[in-house]
């Protein structure tokens, strides 16, 4: 655990109205165990390093945990209601209750064990504002990746999709500053059995 790193993920955050906005958007929905995850949050921070703007991001990645309703229907429900809030965004929700099954695992628990599962350790991040209005956040492999501009894959994701994936995105382009690695830290195989939940008022 980093306080430091903590203290300025949320500080980011708290400066950024646009992303305020969007986190009140989703956690009017009230939906279980529910955060905006993946480029949200990666590409942010990764625009902060580099003294960049933000860009246009390809999509919102909202992720939520309901057995109850498992179906892409619902999904599809929920991504309706937030385009009427602000159609400008391109949605997506994916209910993590059922992506095991696409991976081949046994049922997760939460989100924060179905985003340790995502490809980079970067990338599995994700936060949430609660009705306090204080930030909340998921990080299975904590801040260090991705504020040290480190992309590694996550200890069970495979190695060759993960290195198809780097290929497609083109990241360095885009941030040159990264270092990209093409193989496992072993390190992270310790963690995947601690749940990180940070709350900064």
Same mark, same amino acid.
């Given at each position: 655990?980093?306080?430091?790193?903590?203290?300025?993920?949320?500080?980011?955050?708290?400066?950024?109205?646009?992303?305020?906005?969007?986190?009140?958007?989703?956690?009017?929905?009230?939906?279980?165990?529910?955060?905006?995850?993946?480029?949200?949050?990666?590409?942010?921070?990764?625009?902060?390093?580099?003294?960049? %703007?933000?860009?246009? $991001?390809?999509?919102?990645? &909202? !992720?939520?945990?309901? =057995?109850?309703?498992? #179906?892409?229907?619902?999904?599809?429900?929920?991504?309706?209601?937030?385009?009427?809030?602000?159609?400008?965004?391109?949605?997506?929700?994916?209910?993590?209750?059922?992506?095991?099954?696409?991976?081949?695992?046994?049922?997760?628990?939460?989100?924060?064990?179905?985003?340790?599962?995502?490809?980079?350790?970067?990338?599995?991040?994700?936060?949430?504002?609660?009705?306090?209005?204080?930030?909340?956040?998921?990080?299975?492999? %904590?801040?260090?990746? $991705?504020?040290?501009?480190? &992309? !590694?894959?996550?200890? =069970?994701?495979?190695? #060759?999709?993960?290195?198809?994936?780097?290929?497609?995105?083109?990241?360095?382009?885009?941030?040159?500053?990264?270092?990209?690695?093409?193989?496992?830290?072993?390190?992270?195989?310790?963690?995947?059995?601690?749940?990180?939940?940070?709350?900064?008022?």
């Amino acid at each position: 655990m980093n306080l430091q790193l903590e203290n300025k993920l949320i500080e980011i955050i708290k400066s950024d109205m646009w992303m305020i906005e969007v986190l009140k958007t989703v956690r009017d929905l009230k939906l279980n165990d529910c955060w905006i995850g993946a480029g949200f949050i990666r590409n942010k921070i990764w625009d902060e390093k580099h003294g960049k %703007d933000r860009p246009q $991001l390809n999509d919102i990645d &909202v !992720i939520h945990f309901d =057995k109850s309703n498992p #179906t892409k229907k619902y999904d599809f429900q929920i991504e309706t209601k937030l385009r009427k809030v602000n159609p400008n965004l391109n949605w997506s929700v994916k209910n993590q209750s059922r992506v095991n099954i696409r991976n081949g695992h046994k049922q997760y628990t939460d989100c924060n064990e179905a985003i340790s599962f995502w490809p980079e350790t970067a990338t599995a991040i994700a936060v949430r504002l609660n009705f306090e209005n204080q930030i909340e956040y998921i990080a299975p492999y %904590d801040l260090e990746d $991705l504020f040290n501009l480190l &992309v !590694i894959p996550t200890p =069970k994701f495979d190695l #060759t999709i993960y290195n198809e994936r780097i290929k497609k995105k083109k990241w360095k382009e885009k941030w040159n500053k990264l270092e990209i690695k093409t193989g496992y830290n072993t390190m992270y195989n310790s963690l995947l059995g601690l749940v990180f939940i940070w709350i900064i008022t």
